[in-house]
């Protein structure tokens, strides 16, 4: 696991740098403080930060082959890499070392291009071939690991494992997208392919990118995609057995390194499934961690001790003050674009727990997404039968009214809040998810920019992140369609992110079995009644885990990672909110109606209505401003 940059003369064959390459690289220390190294020759520059994790004896990158005519860094684990190494020697290479990264170089001698296709694992990585006269990157099929890259007036391609990377460069305007703004305030976080600057892109999960000295920087191509088949002819029983086959294969991959490893412990469904896993696959007890808090709503330790205390772990819990909040600043650097899920605070925690006791951590993440597992799928659903009923006309023209008439009741039971329910029937199954996903929703999004900032977006509207998804998918089950849109924005946007920022902040290697892509192909086959059965999601592997797992664990209401935001904006963050937000930086922009947010702020706290999310995404936007150096005099932004 490491940090990679690097630069590329798209022009000729000038030479990089040194003192740029070397802040570039420097600027990514905590993603490898073992070792660290750089590269250069004429035309190309490449810096790399290594935590060493496999062969850490032969292991260091850059990489090269025999005659360094190819030089490689690389980010992430090929996990097949020793099978793979087997099908390369019967081509006739050689290896001299025992390392991963290795393995891709013989694969690109081989395979050019198509090397990707005989990767299994979470990666990113460039790779200059002298001979070809090329640069190619890539980066794996579900987005674990990031790659930005930006091209400079100059013809300097520039890339990086995180965006400050690019920044240090010094080449790289800061001019904001609006599109990038407009995303981001519905979803929290910045799509692929943008980034929250207009001439900076993160290369899409599944997508490779080759560069020609002298050509034009062309379009990343997608190599891969999950296809929800839905055509397996499997029963229940058999479909139970073959997922905890292939979920048991897929954490016995992720177990090699040289190094002390553990995992994450949430006491939720997919973490326990991975401990359970592990704890079968190996004689000694499992290194676990959990983060607990001082407020029972949003404490689950209780159900991690129950799988801890089962398969006897090496369990440890630190217990989160509920007022945990002073990470605000750091979360912006950490990110280097607004981010605006909560939960990256009790992330962070969790990987500085984990940190203390193990190098590699295995996670949870991906479970949901594949299958089936959000609350959010069962509302959808619902909703889906209700749109199937009548033609959208009709329901715009009924539930549409309905729901402008319907007070928006925040402070009621979930039940009761029928106006998102009418809104979300007014609209076709696109739009209607994507209101669910929104933080800030329409209309408040509009009440919200300054007419300025409306002139600047032209009319672009987030939803088009969704509708370009939705065309890719292939599907006519709505089920599959909203699981297939979260794998394409939610999952490499924001879950992927957190996890990605908050370990390497510790220099800790996160790993997830449940994203094998193998595992999620095979599951995008099964049909969607086992997945989602009535109000019950993830309906086969929970069935699947019953032997392995406590009920209370399997069955029990599903809780998150939540934090009181609602109650840290009315106490002890209300100051520092009021403040940064309207005489902070973002007050600076012009692009934010200061009258929508003082009504805000106002009803907040006062407790007339819950605005929570959205004050948490205007103060992450602030904190982004801030940390970015933009808040006395911010870009304007792009058009």
């Not at 995008?524 to 885990?545: M, N, V, W």
């Amino acid at each position: 696991m490491c940090g990679i940059t690097g630069l590329f003369d798209t022009r000729g064959q000038r030479l990089p740098e040194r003192e740029r390459l070397h802040r570039m690289n420097e600027s990514q220390h905590h993603r490898g403080p073992d070792e660290g190294d750089l590269h250069i020759e004429p035309g190309v520059g490449f810096g790399h930060r290594r935590l060493s994790v496999i062969d850490i004896a032969t292991g260091q990158q850059p990489i090269f082959n025999d005659d360094k005519s190819v030089a490689l860094v690389f980010n992430g684990e090929v996990y097949n890499y020793l099978e793979l190494m087997d099908e390369l020697r019967g081509h006739g290479y050689v290896f001299r070392t025992k390392s991963d990264s290795e393995a891709i170089v013989r694969a690109w001698e081989h395979w050019g291009e198509d090397c990707v296709h005989h990767l299994r694992g979470m990666f990113a990585f460039m790779i200059h071939d002298r001979r070809r006269d090329c640069l190619f990157m890539a980066r794996d099929r579900l987005g674990v690991k990031p790659l930005h890259y930006a091209l400079t007036e100059d013809g300097w391609l520039l890339f990086g494992s995180e965006l400050k990377s690019l920044m240090a460069h010094g080449g790289l305007r800061q001019e904001i997208d609006p599109r990038a703004v407009e995303a981001y305030f519905a979803l929290g976080y910045v799509p692929d392919p943008w980034t929250i600057y207009r001439h900076a892109q993160k290369l899409a999960p599944g997508h490779r990118l080759l560069v020609k000295r002298g050509q034009p920087l062309g379009e990343p191509q997608r190599y891969w995609d999950v296809k929800f088949t839905l055509d397996a002819k499997i029963g229940e029983e058999e479909a139970a057995e073959e997922l905890r086959r292939r979920v048991s294969e897929s954490v016995k991959l992720r177990l090699k390194a040289e190094v002390p490893l553990g995992a994450f412990l949430s006491g939720g469904v997919d973490s326990s499934a991975v401990v359970a896993a592990m704890a079968q696959l190996d004689d000694q007890p499992v290194n676990t961690c959990s983060i607990g808090f001082d407020d029972p709503k949003f404490n689950e330790t209780e159900f991690a001790q129950q799988v801890a205390d089962r398969y006897r772990t090496n369990h440890r819990v630190e217990v989160v003050n509920s007022d945990d909040f002073g990470l605000v600043d750091l979360l912006a650097h950490l990110y280097d674009e607004p981010y605006a899920d909560s939960s990256a605070i009790p992330t962070y925690r969790v990987c500085e727990l984990a940190r203390k006791h193990v190098t590699v951590a295995l996670s949870g993440d991906g479970g949901d997404e594949s299958l089936g597992g959000y609350r959010r799928y069962k509302m959808h659903m619902m909703e889906e039968r209700m749109r199937s009923a009548f033609p959208l006309a009709l329901r715009k023209g009924v539930f549409g009214p309905l729901a402008k008439l319907y007070p928006k009741a925040d402070w009621a039971p979930r039940v009761f809040r029928a106006k998102t329910t009418f809104q979300a029937i007014a609209r076709n199954s696109v739009d209607a998810y994507f209101n669910t996903m929104g933080l800030v929703r329409d209309p408040l999004r509009q009440q919200l920019f300054s007419d300025g900032f409306k002139r600047d977006l032209q009319g672009w509207h987030a939803s088009e992140v969704f509708h370009h998804h939705a065309r890719r998918a292939n599907t006519d089950d709505p089920l599959a369609l909203i699981q297939y849109l979260d794998m394409h924005t939610y999952l490499p946007g924001d879950i992927n992110t957190k996890v990605d920022r908050a370990s390497m902040a510790h220099s800790l290697e996160v790993r997830e079995p449940l994203m094998d892509h193998p595992l999620v192909e095979w599951v995008a086959t099964l049909p969607s009644d086992l997945k989602l059965r009535g109000q019950e999601g993830k309906y086969i592997f929970k069935k699947s885990l019953e032997p392995q797992l406590p009920h209370d664990v399997l069955y029990r209401p599903k809780m998150g990672f939540a934090v009181p935001l609602a109650r840290w904006l009315r106490g002890p963050l209300r100051e520092q909110t009021r403040n940064a937000l309207q005489h902070g930086a973002l007050a600076q922009t012009g692009w934010f109606n200061q009258s929508t947010i003082a009504r805000l702020l106002d009803q907040h706290e006062r407790g007339a209505m819950d605005h929570a999310q959205p004050l948490w995404v205007l103060l992450m936007f602030d904190a982004f401003l801030r940390n970015a150096g933009l808040g006395a005099a911010p870009a304007r932004a792009a058009a």
